[in-house]
T-cell receptor, first 110, second 111 residues
Framework: QKEVEQNSGPLSVPEGAIASLNCTYSDRVSQSFFWYRQYSGKSPELIMSIYSNGDKEDGRFTAQLNKASQYVSLLIRDSQPSDSATYLC??????????FGTGTRLTIIP | EAQVTQNPRYLITVTGKKLTVTCSQNMNHEYMSWYRQDPGLGLRQIYYSMNVEVTDKGDVPEGYKVSRKEKRNFPLILESPSPNQTSLYFCGTGVVGYGYTFGSGTRLTVV
């Protein structure tokens, strides 16, 4: 069974601080990893994708991938109240679907 | 504007009454998929389609049907809904390996 694991939280971070979200996956063959943001009652929105080891930065977001440790993370710098949401980690295991973690609920405290 | 349109957004129905949730995309993608989202279980794939007339089961296909007669449309059919199909449903489309765009969701309640 190919799985993606996330700490469900909730994770509370003060406004302006760095939020760190973590994810592990079970299959060493995986090539593609994604972070989705989901506001309450809304659909998941793709915010980051990463395909190779190392860091990928996009504005205040940085995705980090370590294939040897089977570990993906998302850093959110200068956290804003609007970042409060559930963050879903997903992996493409090459089986015609995305496998999602159960999500981490993030709350930014003003 | 690139989008995935699902209808209806909300639906309350009774056990056994056939229903269809529609999904349409204007992004010209070959791949489309249906997921359901339940608390504590995350998003799970129901069915997917790699192309017109090509569909296959995902992780939780029991009680569902799909069809793909046109590239842009991928309806989800519940022939005889049961209360355990109460869930939040998302249709997604994209290029395999590059992430998906999801529709706004359909919240289904079966009583």
């Amino acid at each position: 069974q190919k799985e993606v694991e996330q700490n469900s939280g909730p994770l509370s971070v003060p406004e302006g601080a760095i939020a760190s979200l973590n994810c592990t996956y079970s299959d060493r063959v995986s090539q593609s990893f994604f972070w989705y943001r989901q506001y309450s009652g809304k659909s998941p929105e793709l915010i980051m994708s990463i395909y190779s080891n190392g860091d990928k930065e996009d504005g205040r977001f940085t995705a980090q991938l370590n294939k040897a440790s089977q570990y993906v993370s998302l850093l959110i710098r200068d956290s804003q109240p609007s970042d409060s949401a559930t963050y879903l980690c997903a992996a493409d295991f090459g089986n015609e679907k995305l496998t999602f973690g159960t999500g981490t609920r993030l709350t930014i405290i003003p | 504007e690139a989008q995935v349109t699902q209808n209806p957004r909300y639906l309350i129905t009774v056990t056994g009454k056939k229903l269809t949730v529609t999904c349409s995309q204007n992004m010209n993608h070959e791949y489309m998929s249906w997921y359901r989202q339940d608390p504590g279980l995350g998003l799970r794939q129901i069915y997917y389609s790699m192309n017109v007339e090509v569909t296959d089961k995902g992780d939780v296909p029991e009680g569902y049907k799909v069809s793909r007669k046109e590239k842009r449309n991928f309806p989800l059919i519940l022939e005889s809904p049961s209360p355990n199909q109460t869930s939040l449903y998302f249709c997604g489309t994209g290029v395999v390996g590059y992430g998906y765009t999801f529709g706004s969701g359909t919240r289904l309640t079966v009583v």
